[in-house]
């Protein structure tokens, strides 16, 4: 609760700072329009000056449109503002055009906002007043009895009437920001062409990390059979012709358990390329098992109401396999925690082990996962400093 609380302080400081700084860039940009406007007039017949005016015009109307994106990121956070190949220009910065636009309705916003920071200051000051007259016994020269003093029937009245204009102006002060924030994304953003443009490319490296991903898959398939499989048949083969030569019994024991160990190693390999135990026991016991198999210390969290997609099953059980994997044979590390919870509509993969840390991101394991991650539209991170801990996140959509 206390933690809850602290989070709202600070969000509704950043607030009321953006709405302040908000205020002045809105009489800056009122100036720059009006003293612009005015100084268009002389000069219409004069082609050199109205060009002249336009262009620093539209330089001051980029400058406080870029100040005002940074205010926004800064205090509002997020980016509100599209890269430089949406048309904004050369770093971020906002073209001529969207700038002029942008400015031309933000400085009303700023004034509103300012106007509500304005009114709450005078609420709190005359409460302040109020409740330092009750206390203190000060004078107070708005509304006083006979001692000179707000008495506590004017407390009292004026509780009920301020609490709701607190509220009022809080709400205002909210709306407001919102406000701000669709004006910057409206105006500054990327067009809905832009989006569609930038989806599609999007769409087109996701299939490509996809393609890529299942061919690294089946390369590392490949790789544990030739390596793995093949070379205990092989053994397997010479033991079982020695043993029919020489009608030994103790090769016949050593064959058999090769053949065990074998089959063991199929069964692992089989696992990893698909392991039956998501169709038939679910996601939960699929990663139980992965936690009993690791050769240490596991501890599963495990939070998700109800059913989940199926891809999503997939991408989850391989985060976990492969960061559990690399925990238990490269990082050295005792214990390995693993959370799994559905939030809303995003199923978040955490997997944190006390290991040597180092952990490379673009290594074939995780790279891959990172590709997987991404064909959901989702993202896998990967925070492995020398010395470690290693904390390897994926955040994959469940819609």
């Not at 509103?112 to 709190?124: D, W």
């Not at 240490?296 to 997609?309: A, D, Q």
Request: proline fraction near 5%.
């Amino acid at each position: 609760m206390g933690e809850r609380t602290e989070h709202a302080a600070r969000r509704w400081a950043r607030t009321l700072g953006g709405l302040t700084l908000g205020g002045a860039t809105a009489l800056a940009e009122l100036a720059v329009l009006a003293v612009a406007g005015l100084a268009l007039l002389p000069v219409l017949a004069w082609p050199d000056g109205r060009a002249a005016v336009l262009r620093r015009l539209r330089a001051a109307a980029r400058a406080l449109a870029a100040l005002n994106l940074r205010r926004l990121a800064r205090f509002c956070g997020g980016r509100y503002g599209g890269p430089p190949d949406d048309g904004l220009g050369p770093h971020g910065v906002p073209g001529d055009v969207r700038a002029v636009r942008y400015l031309a309705v933000r400085w009303a916003a700023g004034l509103l906002g300012l106007a509500t920071l304005v009114l709450l200051a005078a609420g709190l000051v005359a409460a302040g007043s109020v409740l330092v007259s009750w206390l203190f016994g000060t004078e107070w020269s708005a509304l006083e009895d006979e001692s000179g003093r707000a008495s506590t029937r004017i407390v009292l009245l004026a509780a009920v009437p301020g609490a709701v204009l607190l509220y009022l102006n809080l709400t205002g002060i909210a709306g407001v920001a919102e406000l701000d924030r669709r004006l910057a994304r409206h105006f500054l953003g990327p067009s809905r062409t832009e989006l569609l443009q930038r989806r599609v490319a999007e769409l087109a490296a996701s299939r490509a990390g996809a393609v890529a991903a299942v061919d690294a898959e089946r390369r590392r398939i490949e790789r544990d059979l030739h390596d793995g499989v093949q070379q205990r048949l092989v053994a397997l083969g010479m033991l079982l012709g020695r043993a029919r030569r020489q009608n030994d019994s103790e090769l016949l024991r050593q064959a058999h358990e090769e053949s065990q160990r074998l089959l063991a190693e199929l069964r692992e390999v089989a696992w990893r390329v698909y392991p039956a135990a998501l169709d038939t026991l679910g996601l939960r016991e699929a990663l139980e098992a992965v936690a009993e198999r690791a050769g240490m210390p596991v501890h599963l969290t495990y939070e998700v109401p109800g059913p989940l997609p199926k891809p999503v099953e997939t991408a989850a059980y391989f985060v976990v396999c492969e960061a559990v994997t690399n925990a238990a044979k490269h990082a050295e590390a005792e214990r390995i925690t693993v959370d799994v919870v559905q939030e809303g509509g995003t199923l978040r993969v955490r997997v944190r082990d006390d290991g040597k840390g180092g952990a490379d991101p673009l290594g074939g394991g995780l790279s891959g996962l990172a590709l997987r991650a991404a064909a959901l539209d989702g993202r896998l991170t990967v925070d492995s400093p020398p010395g470690g801990p290693t904390v390897i996140e994926a955040e994959l959509p469940c819609g």
